[in-house]
């Protein structure tokens, strides 16, 4: 069956994908708690990272560590499966008070925590501030938060939650908000997302 399909196991957090004969873009994003493995089944995939830009083909494997800022291309017609398991603090070479509030989005991604407020608890301003969020994260400190708040409505919309439940305990502002982060981050709605989400029974 073309298209992707998302099957998880929620007690080891690990998540595999297939993206079969699909011609597909993803942005520039971080998988900010997961290291993803993944192997080219056919046709050919652009890598994007930050060491540069490759082509990848048939039977070419990478490995992508937690925290990296990276962009994937699917060409029309190929296909590549991926494995996304939680990784060691992918943050640990960032500075403390870094560290400190990177740790405090994770954590509660659902709560509200300003731009001032971070970079009150980093103690810098909020222009050195994001500058070192992002040199550490790879993301601008609302794209972060962005992405946490995406990771925690998807584990609340597979505990069975309704995408309008799910939209206010991840803390976004309504469930417009929410179907725009999901678009921009899978290129689907919560919806369809739940459509190809198989969990994996022992």
């Known amino acids: 069956m073309a298209g992707v399909v998302y099957y998880y196991d929620e007690d080891s957090r690990t998540e595999f994908v297939l993206a079969r004969d699909t011609a597909r873009v993803y942005p520039r994003h971080v998988h900010v708690e997961n290291r993803v493995k993944g192997r080219v089944l ?3 995939v652009i890598l994007e990272t930050p060491d540069g830009t490759r082509v ?8 992508i560590p937690a925290g990296t800022v990276h962009a994937l291309e699917i060409l029309p017609g190929g296909s590549l499966t991926t494995e996304c398991s939680p990784d ?3 943050f640990l070479v960032a500075e403390p008070c870094v560290r400190a509030v990177a740790a405090k989005i994770l954590e509660r991604p659902d ?3 300003t731009l001032e407020a971070m ?4 103690g810098y301003s909020q222009w050195h501030f994001c500058r070192m969020f992002r040199k550490a ?6 794209a972060f938060q962005l992405a946490c708040k995406v990771r925690l409505a998807r584990r609340l919309l597979r505990s069975g939650k309704t995408a309008a439940e799910a939209a206010v305990l ?3 502002a309504d469930q417009s908000h929410m179907h725009k982060a999901f678009a921009l981050h899978h290129g689907m709605t919560p919806r369809q997302f739940m459509k190809r989400s198989v969990l994996l029974r022992p």
């Open 119 to 122: 970079a009150a608890l980093a």
């Open 170 to 172: 991840a803390g976004f």
């Open 137 to 142: 994260t790879g993301l601008a400190p609302h």
């Open 88 to 90: 060691a603090d992918p």
């Open 111 to 113: 709560e509200p925590f």
């Open 56 to 63: 990848l083909g048939e039977g070419d494997r990478f490995e």
């Open 42 to 44: 056919s046709g050919a």
